[in-house]
């Protein structure tokens, strides 16, 4: 037979263990909150909006491509927006901000800093590891180039062609074995490739049927008397030079300018934290 | 009447041919063999003969041949009685009846005996086989030309050439450059420094030798040299036996043109070679002048195969004694457009898997 004290005992204990549930439940969800956008599975944040440039939703795909990107590419891709017009040392530690949180070495970051009275906004993009391969100077202006161009289509046309471009030139890179350099001397594209071979091809195949053509040919008049010769007997009796004048001709040494970085890869500088970053900077 | 020289055996009275392989005079009916030299006695005739020009024959020519077929003589076989016809410089044959080899001691009688022969050292069945060399191995090479094209004719004949030393005396002028180039911060010189270069002297050749029977094409005969002029020996008429030949009808004059011409271009180079370190040479003037010491007249043996195909002439040529077998051969054109087509593909792709493949192996 229960006593009283027993059932009382029985809820109680129901109680705390339903409490227990609860608090846990209010955490993991409070923890989720404490995070701008959805948390992934492996504790990465891709996108930082911390300019509120973009609505929940935009947010969540954006992420979701980055994420993808990220995983396909094996170069983390991050986004950082702030509404605090900085310098670019400043961008530097953030980089770093990145890596604290469990971004790997090889990364590429957007940063995106508006001025305060968000007239004027300046693009940063720093690379680090595999990233400072893959984007050379030269193919960060033509992301930039591309960025500026899809203004109107609202920043998240924007994010989601820069995600675009690095999976594109990291694509490249894996397949030509070099980074993606627009206006340098490149890799071969696989049509150049194939264009390249057809040629070979077709200058070997002629060179190869010239020769068997040429085997059937065996009459043909003789061009001197080398043979018949007689050894030893070339007496040159009479051999005279005569110098007559000399001339002197100049032309000036042109100097190529190079038009833009002729040179190509990319250029690196050290952050305060002593780490290696790649990148470049843009308003627009 | 031009004495008609048959070989026959003196042990059974057959006909008999010089053997390339043995190199002696063998009896087809008795196998006995000969040395060329026992047989001398009978060129022993031949100072004695008047040469067949002095003959005038064309009595006898025109009425056998009525319209006109000049130069064409007329022997008759000493052995059958059948006749035999050839043109005027034929000098050996066989007779079309009894196959009897026949010599005509005329042509080759006083000024008109050859000073050298290579007697033949490759028989019929060795043309033949390098015929099917010849043909082997062409891959543009119509398919059915090597099955179904048929010898005409094969033939060895002793070909007349003349044999000519000469020495030739050069006086070439040059205009020569030579080029220095240096540069400094600004400007990028070029030195020219011009002169007049000039060489003179004197080259001596040996036995070119030039194709003496306007029948024969010069080119064909060219395409066959060199001859191992160490085989040269002294002519007998015996080496002949079996085999054609014929006199010159190109005389020595007119010949030495063409000597003249390789003569000529040899020594240009030859004096050109004297002339070093310039960066450029041209010729400004050139007086080379060849002049002909003596000459020889040899019978050199060759080989001659004749093949029609599709309507055409092919004319093959095998020197008797090295070997060295010519003849264009007709190209064919689907073959080639085929190979054309495979190779530029073939190479093409090759070319684009080891790109890719190398691309993929390095990184």
Redesign the interface.
């Known amino acids: 037979m229960k006593t009283k004290s027993g059932k009382h005992t029985n809820l109680f204990k129901r109680l705390c263990l339903s409490a227990a549930v609860a608090l846990l439940c209010a955490l993991f969800t409070l923890a989720a909150a404490a995070t701008d956008g959805s948390s992934s599975a492996s504790g990465k944040t891709y996108v930082h909006d911390l300019a509120g440039l973009l609505s929940d939703s935009e947010r969540a795909s954006l992420e979701a491509k980055l994420k993808d990107v990220s995983s396909r590419t094996g170069i983390d891709v991050g986004l950082l927006t702030d509404d605090d017009y900085t310098s670019d040392y400043a961008a530097q530690d953030r980089a770093d901000l990145f890596a604290e949180q469990n971004f790997s070495e090889d990364n590429v970051l957007l940063f995106i800093d508006l001025s305060p009275d968000r007239t004027d906004r300046y693009w940063h993009i720093s690379t680090s590891g595999l990233g400072i391969t893959v984007l050379t100077d030269s193919g960060i202006d033509e992301i930039f180039d591309e960025l500026e161009a899809k203004s109107y289509g609202g920043y998240t046309s924007q994010i989601s062609a820069f995600a675009s471009k690095v999976s594109e030139f990291t694509d490249y890179y894996r397949e030509n074995g070099e980074p993606y350099e627009p206006g340098v001397d490149r890799a071969l594209h696989p049509v150049r490739k194939g264009i390249f071979s057809a040629v070979i091809g077709f200058f070997s195949s002629l060179i190869a049927t010239v020769n068997m053509k040429s085997k059937l040919k065996s009459v043909s008049s003789a061009v001197n008397a080398e043979r018949y010769k007689a050894v030893n007997s070339l007496n040159v009796s009479g051999a005279n030079e005569l110098f007559l004048y000399s001339n002197v001709t100049r032309a000036p040494i042109v100097v190529s300018t190079s038009t833009g970085r002729s040179g190509g890869g990319s250029s690196t500088h050290h952050s305060s934290s002593g780490h290696t970053h790649g990148g470049g900077g843009r308003h627009f | 009447m031009a004495r008609l020289q048959e070989y026959k055996c003196p042990c059974c009275g057959g006909s008999i041919a010089f053997n390339s392989g043995l190199q002696k005079l063998k009896c087809d009916y008795c196998d006995t063999e000969f040395e060329v030299e026992q047989l001398e006695a009978y060129d022993q005739a031949l100072s004695a003969t008047t040469p067949a020009d002095q003959f005038d024959w064309q009595t006898q020519s025109a009425e056998w041949y009525g319209s006109g077929e000049e130069g064409m003589r007329l022997y008759v076989c000493n052995s059958c009685g059948g006749e035999i016809v050839g043109d005027e410089n034929m000098a050996a044959t066989a007779c079309p009846f009894c196959g009897n080899p026949v010599v005509i001691m005329g042509q080759y009688a006083g000024d008109l005996k050859p000073d050298y022969v290579i007697p033949f050292k490759l028989d019929k069945a060795a043309a033949i086989k390098a015929m099917e060399n ?1 043909l082997s ?5 119509p398919a059915p030309f090597k099955d179904k094209s048929h010898l005409e004719s094969i033939t060895g004949v002793y070909v007349p050439f003349w044999l000519f030393d000469a020495t030739v005396t050069a ?1 070439i002028n040059y205009k ?1 450059e030579k080029l220095n180039s240096w ?1 400094d ?25 030039v194709d003496g029977s306007k029948k024969v ?4 005969m ?2 066959l ?2 001859y191992d002029y160490s085989q040269l020996t002294d002519f007998r008429t015996a080496y002949l036996a079996g085999y054609l030949a014929d006199r010159y009808d190109v005389d020595d004059t007119s010949a030495f043109e063409r ?1 003249n011409e ?2 000529k ?2 020594t240009e ?3 050109r070679a ?1 002339v070093e370190g310039f960066s450029s040479v041209t010729v400004a003037d050139s007086t080379v002048r060849a002049t002909q010491g003596s000459r020889k007249y040899a019978l050199l043996p060759v080989w001659f195969l004749n093949t029609m195909w599709e309507g055409q002439n092919y004319n093959f040529a095998m020197n008797g004694q090295t070997g060295k ?7 064919d054109k689907k073959a ?1 457009r085929r ?11 090759a ?2 898997l080891v ?2 493949l190398f ?1 993929k192996i ?2």
Do not use: C, M
């Not at chain 2, 191995?137 to 090479?141: F, N, T």
């Open positions: 010849h191995g062409k891959r543009l090479l006086d020569a540069s911060s600004s400007y990028r010189y070029t030195q020219t420094q011009h002169f007049n270069v000039s060489r003179s002297g004197t080259l001596n050749f040996e036995k070119v030798p094409d010069d080119k064909l060219e395409s040299e060199p000597a390789r003569i271009k040899s180079d030859a004096f004297t077998f010519v003849g264009d051969l007709p190209l080639l190979w054309r087509w495979l190779l530029t593909l073939g190479i093409a792709a070319v684009f790109s890719v691309w390095s990184h």
